[in-house]
């Protein structure tokens, strides 16, 4: 794809498995313009680390299945564009399953 | 470990599988749904933006919007013939075009909104009732609910099990415990929609890899039509963010762009001169996939849309005047913040797998071959033939939800427990732990890929005997030295979905065989199918549908007539596979 430029991310890392609290890796990423956050968690999750845990169903914006908070705000990951020094973090007031897969509230469990 | 029994277990929790789960349900069925998202959040129908078909005259009776009261059933069933190039099984048709009317009423019972009637290409009347999927999705969710109806989300199903031939329940992985589930049931409805994502480029979500209709094929279940993926013209290839979304084509119907090659030349001339790119769907699925097969595309493997012969004032005015893309927002997508600026340039775009017109083969009451297997929604073949009319995947879904649901409640009520055979479950649980125990070997991403690039090179909108072949050969060679080994490379069993990924492999590479052998035996072009070596559809000799099926280890391919029933079939003579307009 001829990328050459990177962009860092940082993601909450959270498995209440085992660990007491969340905390924060960085992930460096390649970047062309146009990548959504969802492409970078692809990348990471396929070449970096495949433990990372996110919900992606439809990843054109339409389930809104993966929700997360986005720099502080809530966001979808499909439909956000990737940008440097991204903070991706689970949607606030939900149980967490893994990282930033969460059990949406309306969810029959 | 645990067993869960119940007496209709549905696959899947969307536009199909909530409509069955209601269906047993309400006939008092012990229901259950098994499904691998979250229900409301996951599937093919909550993506559809849409129109879903009834009879025009349906529409003005029970609906009361300006139907045309000329249609009948049979005029409508004469479009999805005609579109489906004579395989539709036409007893399926019947009941789809007759029930339509009564089970789409039911969604708007439940909640659905509706906002007017359209009338889509290849309908003689208006029969698209304008809805939204979300719309859709949330009546039936609040319908599951308000029945009580027990869900198990993000569980993958990974086998079926049997009990001397007939159907005995389901194992799989749940994602978000990481552990190996069996559920026993008198009867499994499959509602897990197509195998779409077989190749690179589609406007289907993430889990339609066709576990279903492999997971059928195992067991024996006879699949039908499987030669005819159905593909949308001009999604966007570039950038990533915005893969597979369908932007260009709905925006083809307001705002005319121009399909040029990398040359720069507007090659829908060669195709279509008089209707250029307003052609229909198929021979613009055709006809953009050549000039990328013959390396006149772009850069990223589609071909260019401009805008440019437009004033820019016009481009501007569109996204302003288009509901649907107003201020250049479509979906949640922000086209400025994706680096378009339509006026200077245009999109990068190329056919996508939108639509599976075949499956798993099913009779009237939306059953299987198999004793108390049900499939229902995207998931069958028979109803759609080689090509499907636009706006009826959502009515299949409700129409063969309804069917499975109650044929699945009346076959549980009168049949005993199945015995659940052990040795399948372990086998189950072992196909299931494998990728988890390999140290080492490939990843379920690299061979992901080298099925969708093998799919989309060979299998794909343009086909050839010579190439079909070449895909199966390296088909042969990834199920007996990549699949084996594939493998997960990070052990946590919680939400991995690697893991999942792994188990979904399998899937797609049967799936991709099964597409591969139908097409090669089908020896001319019809509906979603074409061939440069058999370009002419042939009506002496292909005027039957194309079964599979498992016997012992081999995949057994056989023709059989096509059912006719109302509409007579063209005369038994070679025809042009269009003509154009």
Known sequence: MGMTATVKIKVCRFNPNKDKEPHYEIYEVPYVKGMSARNALDYIRDNIDGSLAYYISCRIGK????????????????????????TLEPIKNRQIIKDLATIPDKSSL | MDKIKTDVLVVGSEGA?????????KLGAETLIVTEGVIGRCGATVTADMDIDVCSLHAKEMFDLPGD????????????????????????????????????????????????????????????????????????????????????????????????????????????DGEFKLFQSKA????????????????????????????????????VDMEFPMFLPACIVWPPGMLGVDL???????????????????????????????????????????????????????????????????????AEWQPW???????????????????????????????????IRIDEKSATNIPGLYATGEIIGGNMGANRLSGN???????????????????????????????QVENGRKRVNAPMERKEGVKPAELREGIQTLALTYVGPVRHGTGIEKALSEIEQMKTKNLPNVYVTAKETVYNTEWVRALQVESMLQVLEIVARSSLMRKESRGAMYRRDYPKTDNKNWLKNIIVRKEGSKMKLMTRPIVVTKIKPPPRKMVPYWVPG
């Open chain 2, 325 to 359: 893309w107003r201020n250049y927002r479509y979906g949640n997508f922000d086209l400025k913040e994706y680096g378009f600026d339509l006026k200077d340039h245009g999109f990068e775009a190329a056919p996508a797998s939108h639509y599976w017109n075949g499956g």
């Open chain 2, 248 to 318: 260009p084509y709905i925006s083809s119907t307001v705002l005319h762009g121009w399909w040029l090659n990398k040359y720069g030349e507007r090659f829908m001339e060669k195709w279509d001169h008089k209707r250029m790119e307003d052609t229909t769907r198929d021979v613009a699925s055709i006809a953009q996939m050549m000039e990328i097969l013959e390396g006149r595309g772009g850069p990223h493997g589609g071909i260019f849309i401009s805008y440019r012969h437009l004033s820019q004032e016009m481009v501007d005015y569109s």
């Open chain 1, 63 to 86: 389930c809104l299945g993966c929700v997360a908070n986005i720099n502080g705000k809530n966001g979808l990951l499909c439909t956000t564009p990737l940008q440097p020094d991204m």
């Open chain 2, 69 to 176: 009261p000329k249609d009948t059933p049979l005029s409508f069933m004469y479009d999805m013939v005609t579109e489906g190039k004579f395989m539709n099984n036409q007893k399926i048709v019947w009941i789809h075009v007759n029930e339509a009317g009564p089970r789409v009423k039911e969604l708007v019972d439940w909640g659905m909104k509706v906002e007017g009637l359209i009338r889509s290409p290849g309908h003689k009347f208006p029969r698209g009732i304008i809805s939204t999927g979300r719309s859709m999705v949330e009546a039936l969710k609040g319908e599951v609910k308000r029945l009580g109806i027990e869900i198990v989300e993000e569980t993958i199903i990974t086998d079926l099990l049997t009990d001397h031939g007939r159907i005995a329940g389901v194992v799989g992985l749940s994602i978000r």
């Open chain 2, 17 to 25: 599988g909530a409509r069955v789960a209601i269906e047993a349900k």
């Open chain 2, 393 to 423: 995947a959502v009515t299949e879904c409700v129409v063969w939800g309804a069917r499975a649901g109650k044929y699945a409640a009346e076959y549980a009520k009168k049949t005993s427990p199945p015995e659940i055979d052990t040795k």
């Open chain 2, 188 to 223: 499994v409805v499959l509602a897990t929609g197509g195998a779409m994502r077989i190749y690179p480029r589609t406007t289907a979500p993430e889990e339609l890899t066709g576990d279903g209709i492999a997971q059928a094929y195992r067991i024996g279940a006879e699949l």
